[in-house]
């Protein structure tokens, strides 16, 4: 299972699911204190700014960001949670939450599991970059992105709550 949440909620989060793996997606990272429980290799800090296109002084999404993102995942064993977090638990943890769900889930449809998110979290909002890369990534030819679409935008507002994503 993959729970979402903003940094605040992090150690809450952590503690609530008895997660063993924690991906940070968001810019300092060195911020991020990472939960005792948690061991050090199965935390994976990923800086980048919540932005859709390249911008003087901010670090966009890249292949290289999702590459990472996708191999982390890829090493997580399933047999506890992953906690995938941002900021505020709106943008990058949505869209990473998102990218991870289509990987593990191979056959799944991409509206599925875009509806699933907009269902658990009505403030969701995917960054569309990052979903972009992960959709080229993926092989999934632009319905994620247009998953996207279908999902809609979400409410408005500063920080996210904790959600999660079933795998199945």
Not at 43 to 50: A, F, G, I, P, R
Not at 62 to 81: C, K, M, T, Y
């Amino acid at each position: 299972m993959i729970h979402v949440c903003s940094l605040a909620a992090l150690p809450e989060t952590v503690k609530a699911t008895g997660a063993s793996h924690i991906l940070t997606v968001m810019a300092n990272v060195n911020q991020v204190q990472r939960p005792v429980s948690v061991l050090e290799a199965n935390h994976l800090k990923v800086s980048m700014d919540d932005i859709t296109e390249h911008m003087d002084g901010f670090v966009a999404p890249s292949d290289l960001h999702i590459e990472q993102v996708l191999n982390f995942v890829r090493g997580w064993n399933r047999s506890a949670p992953l906690v995938v977090h941002c900021y505020a638990g709106i943008s990058r943890s949505t869209a990473s939450a998102f990218a991870a769900a289509c990987m593990l889930n191979p056959h799944r449809d991409e509206i599925s599991i875009a509806r699933q998110i907009r269902q658990a979290s009505p403030i969701a909002q995917p960054n569309r970059l990052i979903v972009s890369l992960a959709d080229k990534a993926l092989q999934r030819d632009g319905r994620m992105v247009r998953a996207l679409d279908e999902m809609g935008p979400g409410n408005m507002t500063v920080e996210g709550r904790p959600f999660r994503v079933d795998l199945d």
